[in-house]
């Protein structure tokens, strides 16, 4: 049975996150009812990650196992047509060995939220960053993220829903970089914890804010705790950009 690799696009505004939920809209769900009419069965949608309600891709990955031999061109293009109107786009289809898979053959993630930091309401970003209206320090939000970097215990960083069995991660990169209004957060990792992405944007904005030091984001680290975390940031700002293999 021919397995496919999909690189995938979408626009998570009108969605209720990315795993299939009952009664709701999600990713995964027009994603396989797209494969169900391009091969008239069933076919499961297995993503490189689960994506929150309101969180965008730009590289999200997954595999489908279909029982004909279609041509690589004919179900990216057949998908996409029975994806619409749904925002969602598959970039490309790959044939892939049987052994892949999108999840845990992942060997990091890489992940930008975007800020707009400016006092005007955003209009063409609207529902694709966070407008936060008082000036940001991003040389001091770079310095105070660097020391998130290594392996930790993030359980300061961590929803209380999430279902990891441990809450220590490495993290690769967290880089803050500004270009005019909009403040870039960037970072990678093997995995992450949920809401671990937006516990740290929201924690390294009250530094930007000078609410919080260099000092006082060690400490939420170190105390291993959810209520030291800083306000958890809007899931409109945050993409999945890249998944490598």
């Known amino acids: 049975m021919p397995r496919f690799k999909l690189t995938i696009e979408y626009d998570g505004a009108p969605f209720r996150g ?11 769900g027009v994603l396989e009812q797209a494969a169900k009419a391009l091969c008239g069965e069933a076919v ?9 309600a309101g969180v965008h891709a730009k590289g999200q990955v997954a595999h489908i196992d ?21 925002p969602v786009a598959v970039l490309s289809a790959e044939l ?27 209009t063409l970003a609207l529902g694709q ?16 993220a660097q020391q998130l970097l290594g392996r930790h215990d993030f359980t300061t960083f961590r929803a209380a829903e999430c279902q990891a ?24 990792a093997r995995s992450f914890l ?18 919080w030091s260099k000092a006082d984001l060690k400490r ?7 209520t030291a975390c800083g306000p958890v940031a809007p899931p409109d700002g945050l993409y999945l950009m890249r998944v490598d293999y």
């Open 129 to 144: 960053a966070w407008r936060v209206p008082k000036p940001l320090d991003t040389d001091a939000m770079h310095a105070a």
């Open 66 to 86: 279909l029982a004909k031999p279609f041509r690589t061109d004919q179900v990216r293009d057949a998908m996409n047509a029975h994806l619409r109107p749904h």
């Open 18 to 28: 990315w795993q299939v939920q009952e009664n709701d809209l999600t990713v995964q």
């Open 96 to 122: 892939v060995p049987e052994t892949f898979e999108a999840r845990f053959s992942a060997i990091r993630r890489h992940y930008l939220y975007r800020i707009v930091n400016r006092r005007a309401d955003l």
């Open 220 to 226: 939420a680290l170190d105390a291993k705790d959810r």
């Open 165 to 188: 069995k441990s809450p220590e991660k490495t993290l690769d990169q967290l880089d803050v970089v500004r270009h005019g209004d909009v403040v870039s957060v960037i970072t990678s």
């Open 194 to 211: 949920h809401n671990q992405v937006r516990s740290m944007v929201g924690s390294l904005v009250w530094v930007g804010e000078g609410r």
């Open 44 to 52: 499961r949608v297995h993503g490189a990650g689960r994506t929150d």
